[in-house]
């Protein structure tokens, strides 16, 4: 992605509330081809060349270069370090955290039949897994700013009579005793001095982001005349996403009222789609290859689990006293469907002496502002058909297309191989200052024998991004901004047997 700090990414890169979300559109929208170590360690820039399980979710012709049955399963040590610094008129203080977990990358499956006395050489069938997203993130930052939790309880609130109070933020503030009112107006207040020569807070906040997206796919390819490769996919992906964030603030100045606050929020998200891939590699002679691809939208069926707690203590002059209250938990079912998905591949094969191996160059093109909510699928409320309007518009006017460029090689030397490759991809924000791109680096290695092969690979992305704990319509008021940088390190192993 590309570095930016944009108040729109801080809007969205967590779900406020129990609601979608622009970045709940991007992470159902976006995939990663890093399952495989052989086309993890080009950079993902295998779509002219095929014959790897790996690069079947981008590029199904991959089932068509097979001249033999195999079999493969992937696994990978994940590392990643966020660093975040509160901005704000008192301290700021940088703060990193980082996470190391293994995963279950890929397993894959060919069958291979070659037909006698046909201009059809082989024909493969491919099922398996790949791991096409992964969601795992810690993040902590403290620092001292002005501002309060309750300026957003206090905005959600205004207007409504108790009864009317939402049950996960206005409605718990209230219980606590972190706002109180209303007045005639339906006005509500806090202990908060807005005004005061001391009113600076301390905040820290602890974000937790677990999950991934595993795809279940199956696949045909065939390859006629050992000139022109075609594959069709099926690709049923799963979802499982959870989020738990613990937000703290506490007063710096002890003639204050507000003592201490502090809100959780937990959202878990889970469903399965459904998507289907076309796609063919051209040889057109023996050193050049052309490959393309495309991906129908994925069609999500998706529940939400969310509830949130609550803990305010505040001192009146007469001792400490405090309030706790839990949220009841809210369910919600939506679809989502995500945009189409085109890919284009360029590849040579080259030999020199007795090095021999191959380049390829792909380009991706996805339009994220085509990607589509469906609240009313499951619901006849107003209100969801409401902001499933709001959402939708929200996709189209604040996201856009983007392309993603991948350009790898491997050299081969007997049975070793090298590898190497880098892939730029773009932010799929409509509003964007910043041009930076971060590459994604690759580095990659493997030794393939007549009937067995072990690759590895080694992967290195970042993003920056801004973000806030949460967010205030009324612009004179001052919320928290923290910078956030992720940097993920993969290690990727693949052991295969061919048959």
């Not at 040590?77 to 700021?92: E, F, H, I, P």
């Not at 606050?261 to 050049?288: A, H, R």
């Amino acid at each position: 992605m590309k570095y930016f700090i944009t108040i729109l990414l801080a809007l969205s890169i967590f779900s406020q509330g129990f609601a979608q979300s622009l970045q709940d559109a991007i992470r159902l929208s976006g995939s990663s081809f890093y399952s495989s170590a052989r086309s993890s360690g080009v950079g993902g820039a295998f779509g002219a060349m095929g014959a790897d399980f790996g690069s079947i979710s981008y590029n199904p012709a991959a089932t068509g270069a097979y001249w033999g049955g195999e079999f493969s399963v992937g696994v990978s040590l994940n590392s990643s370090l966020t660093q975040a610094r509160l901005d704000g008129n008192g301290t700021d203080m940088f703060d990193k955290y980082s996470k190391r977990k293994f995963k279950f990358d890929q397993i894959g499956y060919i069958i291979n039949t070659q037909p006698i006395g046909s201009d059809w050489k082989s024909a493969s069938f491919g099922f398996g897994m790949n791991r096409i997203a992964n969601f795992d993130q810690k993040m902590y930052y403290e620092g001292n700013t002005k501002g309060s939790f309750t300026d957003r309880f206090l905005e959600r609130s205004h207007g409504k009579e108790l009864s009317e109070l939402d049950d996960f933020e206005g409605g718990l503030a209230y219980d606590v005793g972190a706002i109180y009112g209303p007045d005639n107006n339906l006005y509500y207040a806090s202990d908060y001095q807005k005004f005061g020569p001391n009113n600076l807070l301390h905040k820290s906040q602890s974000i937790d982001l677990r999950g991934g997206i595993n795809e279940m796919l199956f696949s045909y390819g065939a390859n006629y005349n050992d000139v022109f490769l075609f594959g069709l996919n099926v690709g049923i992906p799963f979802v499982n996403y959870s989020e738990t964030k613990s937000y703290t603030e506490e007063a710096l100045d002890v003639s204050s009222v507000l003592k201490k606050l502090n809100y959780d929020e937990y959202l878990q998200t889970s469903g399965v789609g459904i998507n289907f891939k076309g796609g063919m590699i051209l040889k057109m002679s023996k050193y050049f290859r052309l490959g393309a691809s495309f991906h129908s939208p994925t069609y999500y069926s998706l529940e939400d689990d969310y509830s949130t707690n609550m803990m305010y203590a505040y001192d009146e002059g007469d001792g400490l006293k405090s309030g706790e209250k839990e949220s009841p938990g809210a369910y919600f079912k939506y679809k989502f469907s995500s945009p189409w998905r085109y890919t284009g591949s360029l590849g040579a094969i080259y030999k020199l002496g007795d090095l021999n191996g191959f380049i390829d160059f792909d380009v991706e093109y996805a339009d994220f502002s085509t990607g589509k909510f469906d609240f009313t699928a499951y619901s006849s409320d107003e209100g969801d058909a409401l902001n499933q309007q709001e959402q939708n518009e929200r996709i189209r006017e604040e996201l856009k297309a983007s392309l993603t460029y991948r350009m790898g090689a491997e050299l081969a030397y007997k049975k070793l191989r090298m590898r190497g490759g880098i892939a730029l991809p773009d932010t799929p924000f409509e509003k964007d200052d910043l041009s930076d791109v971060i590459p994604t680096y690759t580095l990659g290695a493997g030794i393939r024998g007549d009937k067995v092969f072990i690759d590895f690979a080694f992967i290195r992305e970042g993003t920056r991004y801004g973000y806030s704990p949460y967010i205030l319509i009324d612009e004179t008021l001052i919320q928290p901004f923290v910078d956030v940088e992720k940097f993920t390190s993969k290690w990727l192993v693949t052991f295969g047997t061919r048959f």
